[in-house]
Structure formats: C-alpha cells, structure tokens
C-alpha cells in the first residue's frame, strides 16, 4: 500500500535517482522539460530543509517511489502570463504543486496522483483556495494527471528554466463553491512562440538596465 509523507534528509538520494530517471524520460519524449540543469539535488536538498517536499513510499518495504513538492507562496510568472489567467489571482491564497516525481517502475500505479492529492490536503489545511501545476506543453502524461484530477488549463507562462518552451499552467478551486467559475480550456498550441518572445523582452529589459 503507497502512503505519503514529508521527506526527511535520507530520502534525497533516492529522490535524487528518480529525478534523474524522470529527466532521462522526458528527454526520451523529445521534451525540452528539466534538460537545462533545473531542476537539481540541490532543489531537492531545499525543498527537504524547507519541509515543502513530499515522498510517496511502500509501507511494507519503505520504498520511496516518488516525490513532489508544494509551495504556499505566489510565482511571479503568473503575474504576467503570456496568454489566460487564473480563476483565482490572489498571490495569498493559491499554492503551487512542482517537480511531481514517480519511479520507472511504478508509472501508472497513481503514484503521481497520491503525491498531488496530499500536496491539495496541504494546501487545504493552510488555508488556500486552489492549487496550480505547470508543465511541458508536449507532456501528455503530466497534463493527462492533471486533467483527472479536476484541474484546468487557465493559462500560459514562460519558464525560468527553459528557453525552447514555455508552460501550461492549471489550477484547480479547492472549495467547491468556487468550481463554477472555472473557465473552459480555451488556448492554442502557440505558446512556444510567446514564451520566446517573453524571454526577448528580459533579454532587452537586462541590455537597457
């Protein structure tokens, strides 16, 4: 039986490995996601110190089988999205669900949907209306999770992290009152090409400051 809880410091190696299998997977796909050196141990060893990262592990053998994190403050990437926005805008009040990990041999056990469900119960209990999770536009896998989890595509952002693509980001209203007021998943498939532009304006703005 999978159960979940927050990771301690032995647990980073074996994050670690499945960060790595998870990077080797992706670029496997062809995706641009997590192949610029983002993100990294180091990632992992903050995430643990700051008590934001979550294992999924075995009960019976204590297996860790994958791991994401959960962070309750605002990202300034949504504050200018480059297409859409989110149903709930208050920095204050929405957290943000990354790095949603899952061992090779454990795909499609709801290993990755255990971690987001208990990232959701954090969020909860810290009094946040939604949850957001971005990811590859071409990962089908990532979006697939999210979508059967109640979550929508609100809007589009850039990357810090990766200069090919940007992100489609999802939120889901954590109180069902406010479910209504989700918008449909409206946006198209060029959000490439306003990532790029995104990362030509910092580019300038930096050269000009």
Not at 155 to 172: Q, W
Not at 187 to 195: L, N, P, S
Request: charged share 30%; hydrophobic share 30%.
């Amino acid at each position: 039986m999978t159960s979940i809880r927050r990771a301690a410091a032995e647990d980073i190696e074996r994050c670690d490995l499945i960060l790595n299998h998870a990077k080797d997977f992706l670029r496997s796909q062809g995706l641009s996601q997590w192949q610029w050196g983002y993100p990294s141990r180091q990632n992992i060893e903050q995430d643990a110190e700051n008590g934001e990262l979550y294992v999924a592990y075995d009960e019976q053998t204590g297996e860790v089988l994958g791991s994401a994190m959960i962070t309750l403050g605002g990202e300034p990437n949504y504050d200018n999205p480059l297409r859409g926005a989110c149903p709930n805008n208050d920095q204050a009040t929405y957290a943000c669900i990354h790095r949603v990990t899952c061992a090779p041999e454990h795909r499609g056990k709801g290993v990755a949907t255990s971690l987001m469900a208990e990232c959701e119960h954090q969020a909860r209990e810290a009094g946040k209306r939604s949850c957001r999770v971005e990811t590859h536009p071409h990962n089908a896998g990532m979006r697939h999770i999210a979508e059967k989890m109640g979550y929508v595509h609100c809007c589009d952002i850039a990357s810090n992290h990766d200069r090919l693509h940007g992100r489609v980001a999802y939120e889901k209203l954590l109180d069902p009152a406010d479910v209504a007021d989700n918008p449909a998943d409206t946006f198209g498939d060029d959000v490439e090409e306003r990532a790029a532009a995104w990362w030509e304006k910092r580019r300038v703005e930096k050269d000009a400051g």
